[in-house]
Structures are given as C-alpha cells and as structure tokens.
T-cell receptor, first 115, second 115 residues
Framework: AQSVSQHNHHVILSEAASLELGCNYSYGGTVNLFWYVQYPGQHLQLLLKYFSGDPLVKGIKGFEAEFIKSKFSFNLRKPSVQWSDTAEYFC?????????????FGTGTRLQVFP | GAVVSQHPSWVICKSGTSVKIECRSL??????MFWYRQFPKQSLMLMATSNEGSKATYEQGVEKDKFLINHASLTLSTLTVTSAHPEDSSFYIC???????????FGEGSRLTVL
C-alpha cells in the first residue's frame, strides 16, 4: 500500500548533537513534501515544505530537509539540536500525481534532547 | 500565524451518547477544514474533508452517519460522534487550510474517552 514511512520512532540525543530523521514515501510522480512539528502541549505546526526547485529546503529554527527523488526520501536535519527541539516530528506528503490535495502523514518520530 | 482552536480539549462520555467537537479558525476564513484521528503511536489518519456550505467528503472506511460533520460557516466546523462506543476513544484533530497549498493550521486536538 502507498504510504509515508518514518523509520525512527524515538530518537534520544544530547544537546549539540546532529540530527537526521528519515522520511520515505512510496508515491510516484509529483509530490509535495512537508515536515510538521508538535511541541509538548502545543499544536502541530509547519517546519518546512518542498514543492519544487532547490531540493535542499531550509525551514524555521535551523532545520533543513533534502528531497532526493531517486530515493523517495525527504529527510530532516539539524546540525546541532537544542533541548527546546524536544517534540514529535511528522513527515507528510501530498501525492499530486494521484489527483489529490490531501496530506498523508507518517507515524511520527519522538525526539528527546537532553541537556 | 493563523490560529485554529478546538473545543473541548478533552471529553469523557458514557457509551451510547453523542459528543460534539468544535473547530474554529480564529483569525482567518477557512473554506476547507480537515478532521483527523490519531491513535497512540500511530499516524494522523484523515477522516474527512469539511467544505463550507456543502457536504463533507469522507475517507474510505469512515462511517459518515457516525461521524457527522457540519461546516456551517467559514470559521467553524463541527464533528459529532454519534452513539459513541469505547472503540471511538481517540485523539481527534482538526486543521484548516491556509493560503498556501498544503499549508495547514492545526487545532490542539480533542481527546475523547468513551466509558
């Protein structure tokens, strides 16, 4: 079945460590890609998105993601995490080639950063 | 940024009763709102797309007679869980579509517990 996969369910890091969260999708053709973050007790909010152009996308709070079409991936990265990055991170896809504008979410990755 | 508010944030009800959850866009008008359901450690599953002034579009497998959606104005969509049963216990999240394609603003979620 078509899906969005986040292989890391729970990641624990120390402050200043580098972060990479994996996201793979199985939809062919044109896709719009998103990373959303949910801080403890808060709403989901958009971190960054990719529609077209430069496959390296920069978002808020120092996050970036790289779209690699050949790998069907959109991994999220941050060079040096902070305690305040502790949150749940969701990758999401709009598979345009399937004639839909609905967001399909991955299962999420819980990131815990310790000082 | 745009704000979407859900009410109530948590509700406990007896089996067989109906529960209404409201989703409001506080500072913008939302022609389209989405309702998601999230089980523990699982992805957000789209239940239905709510369109102002017209019938909601339900995803496959979602009972439209059980999950009644009303989008009577550009700032309010409601989800009513009718004749709730314990298996309906879940976290329900709404979102509203902003100006940018695929950019969604999420409510804080409503946790329903059916006894």
């Amino acid at each position: 079945a078509q899906s969005v996969s986040q292989h890391n369910h729970h990641v624990i890091l120390s402050e200043a460590a580098s972060l990479e969260l994996g996201c793979n999708y199985s939809y062919g053709g044109t896709v719009n890609l998103f990373w959303y973050v949910q801080y403890p007790g808060q709403h989901l909010q958009l971190l960054l998105k990719y529609f077209s152009g430069d496959p390296l996308v920069k978002g808020i709070k120092g996050f970036e993601a790289e779209f690699i079409k050949s790998k069907f991936s959109f991994n999220l990265r941050k060079p040096s995490v902070q305690w305040s990055d502790t949150a749940e991170y969701f990758c999401a896809v709009i598979p345009r080639s399937y004639n839909t504008d609905k967001l399909i979410f991955g299962t999420g990755t819980r990131l815990q950063v310790f000082p | 940024g745009a704000v979407v508010s859900q009410h109530p944030s948590w509700v406990i009800c007896k089996s067989g009763t109906s529960v209404k959850i409201e989703c409001r866009s506080l500072d913008f008008q939302a022609t389209t709102m989405f309702w998601y359901r999230q089980f523990p450690k699982q992805s957000l599953m789209l239940m239905a797309t709510s369109n102002e002034g017209s019938k909601a579009t339900y995803e496959q497998g979602v009972e439209k007679d059980k999950f009644l959606i009303n989008h009577a104005s550009l700032t309010l969509s409601t989800l009513t869980v009718t004749s709730a049963h314990p298996e309906d216990s879940s976290f329900y999240i709404c979102s509203a579509e902003g100006q940018g394609v695929g950019e969604l603003f999420f409510g804080e979620g409503s946790r329903l517990t059916v006894l």
